[in-house]
């Protein structure tokens, strides 16, 4: 069952322009969440982070944000660069450390 | 400080053989985990070891997969035969302690079957 859900598989932005990457999630007994980044022929990296008890986290160009009612969160980036072209993994964890990924979406910034 | 360390880094088997992959976690974590990740998806969890037990393997298909880490620091994944259907990217990850959220990725092993 996909209990973390990334609807939209690619997204394309300009540089210099934001990019808003979302993601949804059904299990209610998740309490923390994460974005990594991939790059090809790499593992994923850690980028951000939010626990359960927050709705916004930021941390420079990078801004989690969650909505617990609607059980959804998203990443912005403002101003996207071209070095930010990846793919971007949602993942969430409950208090057993079970974390699950979403599919990814991948992101290109065109200069 | 090294990162996660994963071997072989691509392998090309026929089916049926046998295959592993070794991982070597960030020096001091104690919580070990393999995940696998299909073309296009996002990773999918197989086993996760805090030292050397392994307190969740449910995705773990027992008939031809297993692991260990027996000195609770490096780990062996292992399958035995290979399918077609296992042609995948095997992830390694560790973390400091369970519950701490932030896991830390090996580059991941490649693995072929034909």
């Known amino acids: 069952d996909q209990q973390v859900k990334q609807n939209s598989p690619s997204l394309s932005v300009q540089e210099g322009r934001i990019s808003i990457l979302n993601c949804d999630y059904t299990n209610s007994m998740f309490d923390y969440f994460l974005w990594y980044k991939k790059y090809p022929a790499e593992g994923p990296t850690f980028l951000i982070s939010?626990?359960?008890?927050?709705d916004k986290n930021e941390d420079g160009r990078f801004t989690v944000f969650l909505n617990k009612s609607a059980k959804h969160l998203s990443l912005h980036i403002v101003p996207s660069q071209p070095g930010d072209s990846a793919v971007y993994f949602c993942a969430a964890s409950d208090d057993n450390n079970d974390m699950r990924f979403g599919a990814g979406t991948r992101l290109t910034v065109k200069p | 400080e090294a990162g996660v360390v994963q071997s072989p880094r691509y392998k090309i088997i026929e089916k049926k053989q046998p295959v592993a992959f070794w991982c070597n976690p960030i020096s001091g974590h104690n919580t070990l985990y393999w995940y696998l990740q299909n073309l296009g998806q996002g990773p999918e969890l197989l086993i996760r070891?805090?030292?050397?037990?392994?307190?969740?393997d449910s995705q773990l298909p027992k008939d031809r997969f297993s692991a260990e880490r027996l000195k609770g620091v490096d780990s062996t994944l292992k399958i035995q035969p290979a399918e077609l259907g296992d042609s995948a990217v095997y992830l390694c990850?560790?973390?400091?302690?369970?519950?701490?959220?932030?896991?830390?990725f090996g580059e991941g092993s490649r693995l072929t079957v034909l």
């Open positions: 939010i626990s359960s008890i927050k």
């Open positions: 070891y805090e030292n050397e037990e392994a307190v969740d």
């Open positions: 990850a560790s973390s400091f302690n369970s519950g701490s959220g932030e896991l830390f």
